[in-house]
């Protein structure tokens, strides 16, 4: 095998949540230049469907617009997909939020608005879109990639209590999944990314040069750097790779 075809997506259909910006944005663009047919989804349609137009230079890239967090949402992607391919290669987990607030004065809603959509979606979206991930993983192993947090790993200063909760449950859900789902040929890991500049991580994202001064590395994450860890995982490459969450952080856990 060459090493164009262990890291080639060509052939395979690809959904990621979350994908109209930042890091999934990152990971659609790394699998359309791999080959694959990527469908992204959000929340906002317009920013969805531009972003969507934006890529399908690069390839096939068909925006699927829907509210992953909840049931009625999840329902309508799947049966949007199904309209247009009869299985899924590869699901990517994206869609999160965050939630900072003083311990004292931290609200239920904030706190059920981020485990919902990070830690419940990707169990239950998983769950709604296996048996398309069943009838791919007959020809070749189908991948379920959760993209965690290094925050599910390691303390930040930061008071966001639901999100590093939700990140670090997501990592233990995946290694609990992959153990069920590789029976079905279905391979689930996870990808927890550092500093990598989004709406998300407004201070890399606008505090670039002080947020590097941190990191190890000496920078903040570049695109390449998280298309390069998908594509690894959601390849031939990374069939062997079961239940493990790949740090993309530029060393920032090992200096914590």
Request: hydrophobic residues 45%; proline residues 4%.
């Amino acid at each position: 095998m060459s090493m164009n075809e262990l890291f080639s997506l060509q052939g395979r259909t690809a959904l990621i949540t979350g994908g109209s910006r930042g890091i999934g944005r990152m990971i659609a663009a790394g699998f359309l230049a791999q080959g694959a047919r990527v469908y992204i989804s959000a929340r906002k349609a317009a920013a969805c469907d531009q972003t969507a137009r934006e890529l399908s230079s690069q390839g096939h890239c068909v925006s699927l617009p829907a509210d992953v967090s909840t049931p009625d949402g999840i329902a309508g992607l799947v049966a949007a997909f199904s309209k247009h391919e009869s299985q899924l290669d590869i699901l990517v987990n994206n869609a999160g939020a965050a939630w900072g607030a003083p311990f004292d004065d931290f609200p239920e809603g904030g706190w059920d608005k981020v485990v919902d959509l990070n830690l419940k979606t990707p169990f239950f979206l998983t769950q709604a879109l296996a048996p398309l991930l069943r009838k791919a993983a007959v020809q070749r192993p189908a991948k379920v990639i959760n993209i965690a947090s290094i925050d599910g790993i390691s303390v930040n200063p930061m008071e966001t209590y639901s999100y590093a909760a939700s990140k670090a449950g997501l990592i233990q859900l995946t290694r609990r999944m992959a153990l069920r789902l590789i029976h079905d040929n279905i391979v689930v890991t996870a990808i927890a990314p550092g500093a990598f500049a989004s709406d998300m991580n407004k201070d890399a994202r606008d505090h670039g040069d002080a947020v590097a001064a941190r990191v190890p590395a000496g920078r903040v994450g570049e695109e390449a750097d998280m298309a390069g860890a998908a594509i690894y995982l959601a390849s031939r490459a990374g069939d062997y790779v079961v239940g493990s969450t790949l740090v993309v952080d530029g060393g920032v856990t090992h200096a914590r």
